[in-house]
């Protein structure tokens, strides 16, 4: 109906691996706590976390897992991934950007699935079935003692 809804989902959990200078070796796994989505109306969050659509008491957790990294130019990458929803596999490519800077990594990404193909909700003429997904996650890195 022309209506964007934002909202956002935490509870992230990461394993990265990545090099540039070694994309061939680089592995990204992530997950997210479905039930912290968050839309800022209560009554909607709820409703997403029903059975009608994330079913969060059988599938609490997205996943996102990398199959394949591509260099495109500068800071810019194209990864492939797999991605769960609701027990439900999907393989993805997501452009990416990844930068490593005063001890600070940070990866910004964007992608958008087809909600019907992960099984959440239903058809809508109310509800669209394309969903853009962006990601934007900045961490320290961690320092590893040699022993």
Known sequence: ?????????????TKVRFTPENLNASTLEASVEVNTINT?????DEHLRSEDFFDVARFPKIMLKSIAFKHKSGSNYVGTFTLT???KSKQIEMPFTFSDKDNVVEFKGKFKINRLDFGIGSESLILSDDVTVNIDCEEKKQETAQI
């Open 1 to 13: 109906m022309g209506i964007t809804t934002g909202g956002s989902i935490s509870g992230l959990l």
């Open 40 to 44: 800022d109306n209560s009554s909607r």
């Open 85 to 87: 929803i609701k027990g």
